[in-house]
């Protein structure tokens, strides 16, 4: 994810790429309104992404608004379909497991399936130390939740994404993988659809994972739910 940061330089890229909400409306952000009317349905209806100028969290939404501007507007057409089903205040499983991709969500993609078998099992050591040539030779990560891009701004070991894993056809860019993950989001129906990573174990991104021990730390690397 790049790191734009002015909401005026965002709107100009917002219309030059002519982004859309998930109802189709043209994109832009926007300084919080203060008229009560739901944060998702004035996206889709309107447009008008609520931004807190000077914000990281809020920018770095907007940024992951140019970066995956599919993807982004499913996860807005699909919070908005299921706020229209929600009975009562409680939020669904749905939604819960949209809020966490939007938040901490990372696009995983291969086309090797022993290598998203290896990370689907939390087999941590095998995928990123034993399998570590392969991992950089043919996964890709993208990071999509800008509550975990905020968190790499100043990053520490137990930074943790939620995957959503793509087997792909073969090698792509930033752009196929948010098609295909925009795609994919509609079958997203709880939290346990989507997998832990702990993003600094991905090879490359933290110079302390050049050493096997690294991988040792059971309190970051968890076996997890592989039972």
Avoid at 39 to 60: S, W
Wanted: hydrophobic letters at 45%.
């Amino acid at each position: 994810m790049s790191t734009v940061m002015d909401i005026a330089d965002l709107n100009t890229q917002a219309a030059t790429r002519s982004l859309v909400s998930g109802g189709g409306a043209p994109l832009r952000f926007v300084a919080p309104p203060d008229d009560g009317l739901n944060y998702e349905l004035r996206i889709r209806d309107r447009g008008e992404v609520a931004t807190r100028p000077g914000n990281p969290h809020d920018l770095l939404n907007a940024q992951a608004w140019l970066d995956f501007p599919l993807t982004k507007a499913a996860l807005n057409r699909l919070h908005c379909d299921a706020l229209a089903r929600q009975q009562g205040t409680r939020r669904s499983a749905v939604r819960d497991a949209l809020t966490l991709f939007d938040e901490s969500g990372l696009i995983v993609s291969s086309d090797r399936p022993e290598l998203l078998a290896l990370l689907r099992g939390f087999n941590w050591k095998p995928l990123f130390w034993q399998q570590r040539a392969a991992v950089k030779a043919a996964m890709r990560f993208d990071v999509l939740g800008h509550a975990l891009a905020e968190k790499l701004l100043d990053p520490y070991k137990g930074i943790t994404a939620h995957a959503l894993i793509l087997d792909t056809p073969g090698s792509t860019s930033r752009e196929q993988c948010d098609a295909l993950a925009a795609a994919a989001l509609p079958a997203l129906g709880s939290t346990r659809d989507l997998a832990p990573v702990p993003v600094l174990g991905i090879p490359g991104w933290s110079p302390a994972s050049e050493d096997a021990a690294y991988y040792e730390d059971t309190a970051i690397f968890r076996p997890g739910r592989r039972a």
